[in-house]
């Protein structure tokens, strides 16, 4: 990379060092997920697709990356007290799990209305749940309280920059393992995952597509990128439960920058692409996890000139936490 490019990299919360030396410090806690292929999914979309399988990662999710890092490059003075987070998802079991491989307390805001699966992960981690309600507002304000009371440091999901450069190690990865991936598609939610994927994987090649995959009903990045500065949606609606959160102040300028396009799925199309991973990878994949294949089989990429050199694509399978009861009240009542 040119000295001018590398220097470009180098200004947002993440870059290349911090991504290898997140690398090295996680290297023994986390899997080197595997990647699939798939001749069947190869012919139905016509290119060459690489699945990243962080759905296999420990926790469930590529959340245990990040979270890992964060909890290991805490001092013994700042681990001592514990972390503390607000998170519905994979966040506060990821974290949870770090802590408990530490030996220090997790402490996590949770809303009432979290997906049940999510929940008893963090209760299995050892993590201490603290209810909150369904609100941002009331999420933070319960936090900032756990804060107070136990004096423990905060990690938020996405928008740390030590959570950003363990979730760069994904590029780290996929690259080493298909080195000829010219574009990678990943979920797009807060923006952590796709900032440190992107950072990475750009740093490595310049030349390389990073496309964000987002639900229809949570496409604030996709406006957000439209009108040039973050815009927040009232509120969410889709099957896709990973994929509600907005984009924050560590994330915005990656996403701005350096993430190529974001092509927007319906619901159904998650679904489908859900079903094919069960069917055909043979892998469990949460709706969040599967949007990058629906991204990839969609018309919006399919019928765009733009990308008809993408003959090499990685797709990030972000997580496999299920949680079957909403999943099956969905899909009977698309029945």
């Given amino acids: 990379m040119e000295a001018n490019a590398e220097a470009s990299i180098n200004k947002y919360a993440a870059n290349i060092s911090s991504i290898k030396e997140a690398q090295g410090r996680i290297g023994s806690y986390v899997h080197k997920t595997p990647v699939f292929s798939s001749e069947t999914l190869n012919s139905i979309s016509g290119r060459n697709l690489y699945f990243k399988c962080e759905c296999l990662q420990k926790g469930g999710a590529f959340k245990f990356r990040g979270a890992c890092n964060a909890v290991f490059s805490l001092t013994d003075d700042q681990a001592a007290k514990g ?182 799925v319906e619901d159904k199309e998650i679904i489908e692409a859900m079903k094919l991973c069960y069917q055909i990878l043979k892998v469990v994949v949460e709706p969040s996890g599967a949007i990058g294949l629906a991204a990839v089989l969609s018309n919006t990429f399919r019928n765009n000139p733009t990308w008809n050199d993408c003959n090499n694509v990685g797709i990030v399978l972000s997580g496999g936490n299920v949680d079957l009861d909403v999943l099956w009240e969905f899909l009977n009542k698309q029945v």
């Fill in 83 to 264: 972390v503390v987070t607000h998170s519905s998802g994979n966040h506060a079991s990821a974290l949870s799990l770090a802590a408990k491989l530490r030996g220090i307390p997790a402490h996590i805001v949770i809303p009432k209305n979290a997906p049940k699966c999510k929940v008893e992960n963090v209760m299995r981690y050892g993590g201490q749940v603290i209810w909150s309600e369904a609100t941002m507002q009331s999420r933070e304000e319960v936090a900032a309280k756990v804060l107070r009371d136990t004096g423990g440091v905060l990690i938020h999901p996405y928008n740390d920059s030590r959570i950003i450069s363990g979730q760069g190690t994904i590029s780290l990865e996929l690259l080493e393992q298909i080195p000829q991936i010219d574009t990678i598609i990943v979920p797009l939610s807060g923006g952590g995952l796709i900032s440190g994927v992107a950072l990475a994987a750009k740093s490595i090649n310049p030349a390389i597509r990073v496309l964000a995959a987002e639900p229809k009903g949570a496409d604030d990045a996709a406006r957000s990128k439209k009108a040039g500065n973050i815009v927040t949606l009232p509120q969410t609606k889709t099957i896709a439960d990973g994929l509600r959160a907005s984009l924050g102040s560590l994330t915005w300028p990656v996403v701005r920058d350096l993430v190529d396009d974001i092509i927007v």
